[in-house]
């Protein structure tokens, strides 16, 4: 008896601990791999407001640049439905995602199918996480970056945070080489509890967070 006293005492201070120093940006550890290289990230604050990871080449000058050629956001990895999310949610989520991210972007460029000497090359997607706690399982880790947290300790019947994680480049496509680089994790709404069905409102507002800020995105506001 004691010792299942001393269980629930020590879980609870770890997930207060937990919940206390969450972070609101991706982790080390939490990258997919999408992105060749993660080094020079550095933690900003975006137009609309939300804390995200991001490079930009010193030497980058947008007016240098006419057009975008659009590479359609995909999963990364190839994503297995579950009965929590299900692959008509999984569909959902990613036509909404490139519908407004193609659109914001061609806001700020027009967008071509064949690159030009002045060209930028988009490639995003929505990726996976390896986000693991041993022991107390305060997370439960849903394929291509749907990630659910438990917030509640009662057994059974625990309310959900949801994210979206999101990575994304825009490439010189005379050099092949980033531009700019955006690791991004977004907060979608809770769910009642991990039998509750995630659907496209779970997640749309992170979507439509990450449209704004690529259209309203200035260079000359990045973090130093």
């Known amino acids: 008896m004691r010792t299942k006293t001393l269980f629930k005492v020590a879980a609870l201070s770890g997930l207060l601990m937990l919940t206390g120093c969450a972070s609101k940006v991706a982790e080390p550890n939490q ?3 999408f992105l ?3 080094s020079g990230l550095q933690q900003t604050t975006s137009a609309s407001g ?6 930009v080449d010193p030497a980058y000058d947008e007016s240098k640049y006419d057009s975008i050629i659009w590479t359609p956001i995909t999963y990364y990895p190839t994503p297995k439905p579950t009965t929590q999310v299900g692959q008509r949610t999984l569909d959902d989520i990613l036509a909404y995602t490139n519908t407004k991210m193609k659109t914001a972007i061609g806001q700020r460029k027009p967008i071509v199918t064949t690159p030009g000497p002045h060209s930028l090359i988009f490639r995003g997607a929505i990726t996976g996480v390896s986000s693991q706690k041993e022991g107390l399982q305060f997370y439960e880790v849903v ?11 009662a057994s059974g019947h ?3 945070d ?5 990575e994304g480049e825009l490439i010189d496509a005379q050099t092949n080489k980033p531009v700019i680089k955006v690791v991004r ?3 979608g709404k809770e769910l009642n509890n991990e ?6 409102a779970t997640l749309k507002q992170v979507v439509d967070d990450m449209a704004t800020d690529a259209t309203m995105f200035d260079v000359h506001k990045t973090a130093k």
Not at 143 to 153: E, H, K, N, R, S
């Open 185 to 187: 994790m977004g907060e």
């Open 195 to 200: 039998k509750s069905p995630m659907t496209l």
């Open 158 to 160: 625990r309310t959900m």
């Open 143 to 153: 394929p291509v970056a749907l990630v659910i947290a438990g917030t509640q300790m």
């Open 31 to 33: 990258y997919s791999g």
């Open 162 to 166: 949801t994210h979206l994680f999101f």
């Open 36 to 38: 060749k290289d993660y």
């Open 50 to 55: 939300k804390p995200t990871l991001r490079w």
